[in-house]
């Protein structure tokens, strides 16, 4: 196939605008799925997760053949997952592309999302092609909502296509409009050195580490000796091929083309994304001097949580399940992680809380293991009176603070958009979580960017609930780091009947450590189960105790309500009560639940 024929593009949006659904019409129109295989929808979303939840986790490439106007076109499509955890996967698929789709919402119109992946695309030199959607709903406004993204984004309105991917309305238009304006990939001289981009990759327990790549010089054939520029690892290529969705093997790849390199790796964290696939061009093999693509970067973790089995016997199978896990995310960090009270587990790096969220649900899925979570929270640089600095993830980790000159945290730049008339309720709320106010930008006389700098602690703790329920849902954010800065951090204890409960402490301002304290004591009380005796809750820092609260003594009997003969009801009752304890630890005497160690976070 000629190179002129070829049009590699992703589509962008904000969650929920309709990506997904749109990349199943696209499938559809191109016969590349026909309408029977389209069962349950949303094709390129192939984890049960996914499915479930209606979200993209997972980018997933297809390639697509189509005639248009008597040509033969091979449209290279990316889907890519819309949460703010995964942008940098998402800056790297935009690097494999000439062109965006930015699907916006007709209802919603333009939100956070849009504006930060629509500034990465610009970055990246793509042809953006702009798609109003959900047309059919009578609530749409294409008129207005084609003004907007003129305003907003500098796309002229005429050009915004407004279609329904639900239905199939003009989503054909659409695909023109990429034939035409997405331009044609460079290079193409087989002869070249290959450099291909990682712009994704993923483990098989047959194939080995399967990448997903773009190639920018080059070609690649099986039997191939090829090396990643990062960790200057050589391989042979096992197979080569395309998406459609489903890997089918080719004789080779060449330049232009978006396809997989199946690797024979074990582990994704030996091929990541973002490096580059090379090999020389004649016969001398010089790979100190061969230039890596831009933009390659190792994604660090920025939020921390402790994860433990109720059960402790389960600890090994969580490691392997973790590992597991690894093979194929090469974001997730873990280290062994002993706590007092919940006993041998992991300290887990995550890239945000959605990153969290889903790895959390995978083990308890995929491995059937009952855990307890720590409440989030994100790393600290401590600043050792010695002039060292060292970095923790874990409260309980801070050395003795007669020896701690200062604590650094994370900060991050929060941009809120938002109807104005909300201006006020996100100016208290971000002042409240300690954030600084920066600037406001009219997007239109009626939608606003409020622009903010906040500690990232803030943001990972019920800010987002909070934002939503004081703007009824209108507000979307977006954040980027920024840098560690230096605070007045001390960390808050919290006591249970007199014992530490190490995995409740927490890093807090000193301003608001007592405010903290007395919600954390008072949520603790309702959420600890009564005992036949007292259970005193304290929060201290250091020896001081600031906030005190008391769970009275309370026997309790559950089967006491029910009389005679009805056992098959007793043991049900029995059996409820034995598995609402399951996620339980406890704690000298005391039963502490999962809840407990997520309190930090419930309103
Ligand atoms: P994504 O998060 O951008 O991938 O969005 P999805 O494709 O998962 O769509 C989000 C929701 O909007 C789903 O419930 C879709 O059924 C719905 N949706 C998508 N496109 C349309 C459309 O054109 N019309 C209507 N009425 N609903 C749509
Ligand atoms: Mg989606």
């Known amino acids: 196939m000629k190179q002129e024929s070829i049009r590699n593009f992703c589509i962008i949006a904000h969650i929920d605008h309709g990506k997904s659904t749109l990349a199943d019409r696209f499938l ?80 919603q119109g333009i939100e956070a999302q849009t504006l930060a992946n629509c500034y990465m695309a610009l ?30 984004l500098g796309l002229p309105k005429e050009e915004v296509i407004a279609i329904s991917a639900k239905e199939g309305t003009n989503v ?14 460079s290079g193409g001289k087989d002869k070249e050195e290959l450099k291909a981009l990682i712009f994704d990759s993923v483990y098989d327990s047959y194939r080995g580490v399967v990448t997903y790549v773009r190639l920018f010089s080059g070609s690649v054939k099986k039997g191939d000796k090829v090396y990643f520029l990062s960790n200057k690892k050589e391989i042979d290529v096992l197979e080569v091929g395309y998406f459609k969705p489903k ?43 061969a230039k890596a693509l831009p933009g390659y970067h190792i994604v660090k973790p920025f939020v921390f949580a402790g994860i433990f089995c109720t059960e402790a016997n389960d600890y090994p199978l969580l490691r392997e399940a973790l590992e597991k896990l690894k093979m194929n995310d090469s974001a997730l960090s873990f280290q062994p992680e002993n706590s007092v009270a919940l006993g041998y587990g992991f300290r887990c790096g995550f890239l945000g809380l959605l990153h969290m969220d889903i ?41 003795d603070p007669t020896k701690i000159d200062g604590i650094k945290e994370p900060w991050v730049k929060v941009e809120i958009l938002t109807p104005k008339d909300y201006i006020g309720n996100i100016m208290t709320l971000c002042s409240e979580k300690r954030g600084v106010y920066k600037n406001i930008n009219y997007l239109d006389k009626n939608k606003v960017i409020v622009i903010f700098e906040m500690p990232l602690a803030s943001i990972i703790v019920d800010f987002y609930d909070k934002l939503k329920g004081l703007t009824s849902g209108y507000a979307s954010m977006n954040y980027e780091y920024l840098e560690y800065r230096r605070d007045h951090l001390v960390k808050l204890d919290i006591m249970v009947s007199g014992e530490k409960v190490d995995a409740l402490s927490a890093i807090v301002h000193r301003e608001e450590s007592f405010y903290v304290g007395q919600v954390l004591t008072k949520k603790l009380k309702d959420l600890i189960p009564k005992a036949q005796f007292v ?15 008391t769970i009275p003594a309370f026997r309790k009997d559950v089967t006491g309500g029910l009389y005679g003969g009805d056992y098959s009801r007793k043991r049900k009752l029995l059996e409820k009560q034995k598995k609402g304890k399951k996620r339980m630890k406890m704690m000298g005497k005391v039963a502490l639940p999962q809840e407990a160690f997520m309190a930090i976070l419930k309103k």
């Open 28 to 107: 559809e129109v191109t016969n590349t799925i026909s309408k029977r295989d389209m069962k349950h929808g949303q094709m390129l979303d192939t984890m049960e997760l996914e499915q479930e939840r209606g979200i993209t986790i997972k980018l997933q490439p297809v390639r697509m053949d189509w005639e248009y106007e008597g040509e033969k076109y091979i449209l290279n499509l990316i889907d890519t997952p819309g949460h703010v955890d995964f942008s940098y996967e998402v800056s790297r698929s935009l690097a494999a592309c000439e062109g965006a789709i930015l699907v916006v919402d007709a209802t």
């Open 123 to 152: 970055e990246h030199n793509l042809e953006i092609i702009p798609v109003l959607n959900k047309i059919d709903l009578p609530s749409a406004d294409p008129e207005k909502r084609a003004q907007e993204i003129e305003d907003a």
């Open 172 to 185: 054909e238009k659409v695909l023109e409009r990429v034939v035409q304006k997405v331009p044609v990939p």
């Open 247 to 289: 890997y089918v093997a080719a004789e080779e790849l060449h330049s232009g083309e978006v396809g997989y390199i199946v690797t024979g790796l074990k582990s994704v964290r030996d091929a990541r994304v973002g490096d580059t696939i090379w090999q020389s061009s004649g016969s001398e093999v010089d790979i100190m001097n």
């Open 359 to 399: 790895v959390q649900e995978r083990l308890e899925r995929e491995y059937d293991l009952d855990l307890i979570m720590t409440a989030p929270s994100v790393s600290y640089e401590i600043i050792m009176k010695t002039g060292e600095t060292i970095v923790i993830s874990s409260a309980a980790d801070l050395p």
């Open 535 to 549: 259970i005193p809750i304290q929060a201290a820092i250091g020896a001081k105790v600031i906030a005190r609260e």
